[in-house]
């Protein structure tokens, strides 16, 4: 059975309401912080694996770029 | 044969990442319901105490993070003996993801108690046995925090953390005990596990309930720290890659 009659009694809590809702609006605080600070973790590591994937894919690229043009060289000099 | 490889599994942070998916939209549902009605019940359906009032619907929360902030604790301990042992570069992330989580629930454990000593007490702290022994464990987390930061080689760090959590598992018995050894301004022991509870069950199963919502969500969120620091230090394997990728 509910105890309240109503709201503002319930949000009183017979003189106790700072007391009690104040504990869990902290409560609450402690929920939103450890939900939120892995969700954000997540996306910084994602960012970062991706960065260094599409620099190692650039360097791979220019490398060859480099090896084809030596090759072309090589064959230019043949 | 059997058993090594089945260990093996157990410390590899892929099958962990694997199993721990399953897991979480599961561990999401129980801990979202569990700590609504819990709480919800806890705050409008119990009759209030006869001595306190309505101040002791603090209890709801303030009992379960007291709990969770201990065993956190102690399940680094674990983790860190695990890494001092058998080397399981796993155990070393879980001691490094649990710290934060566990210093948070020691600091609503705290500030929860600090709020309902007002209108109990008269006061919001006193250095008593039971409060100090908790701030030293709030100590202990940022001190096993400060230290991963302070030291650049990883190994070295890893190694100086599992030190520091198993020397800090001597104050885990003091906080239990300490309502008992000193006479001290909190209260005993709510729920213990060797005698019938003295609480009412009306307010016993919302707490029952409580704390059962609590140690999920902390499951949750530790599984969501440690998939993504599993990502962080595995991120030159195949295996990432090709999940990143994606």
């Known amino acids: 059975m509910l105890y309240f009659e109503n709201w503002s009694e319930f949000l009183a809590m017979d003189g106790h309401g700072f007391y009690v809702w104040s504990a869990y609006a902290v409560g609450l605080l402690v929920v939103i912080y450890n939900v939120l600070s892995p969700m954000m973790a997540k996306r910084k590591v994602i960012a970062s694996i991706q960065r260094q994937e599409r620099l190692a894919k650039g360097v791979g690229k220019m490398s060859s770029i480099t090896e084809s043009s030596l090759l072309q060289d090589g064959r230019g000099a043949q | ?246």
């Open chain 2, 1 to 246: 044969m059997m058993k090594w490889t089945f260990f093996h599994k157990l410390g590899s942070p892929k099958w962990f990442y694997d199993i721990s998916g399953k897991w979480l939209p599961w561990l999401q549902i129980t801990s979202l319901l569990s700590l609504v009605v819990a709480l919800i019940w806890g705050l409008a359906f119990t009759p209030p105490d006869y001595l306190q009032g309505n101040s002791y619907r603090i209890i709801f929360i303030h009992v379960p993070a007291s709990f969770l902030a201990q065993a956190i604790y102690m399940m680094m301990a674990t983790a860190a003996a695990v890494l001092l042992i058998w080397r399981i570069k796993l155990a070393d992330m879980a001691l490094k993801v649990m710290a934060p989580i566990g210093a948070s629930f020691c600091i609503l454990s705290l500030a929860t108690g600090a709020i309902w000593g007002q209108p109990t007490w008269g006061t919001w702290w006193v250095w008593d046995a039971r409060l100090t022994s908790m701030l030293i464990l709030l100590f202990l987390y940022i001190g096993i925090i400060a230290l991963r930061g302070a030291i650049q080689t990883s190994e070295v760090a890893a190694k100086a953390c599992a030190i520091l959590s198993l020397v800090g598992v001597v104050n885990i018995p003091i906080i239990k005990y300490s309502v008992n050894w000193w006479n001290t301004l909190h209260q005993g022991a709510t729920l213990k596990l060797t005698e019938k509870p003295s609480m009412a069950p009306e307010m016993l199963w919302p707490l029952l309930l409580s704390i059962l919502g609590f140690y999920l969500f902390f499951t949750l969120v530790m599984f969501l720290r440690l998939r993504v620091e599993i990502l962080s230090r595995e991120k030159k394997t195949r295996w990432v890659k090709a999940l990143v990728g994606e």
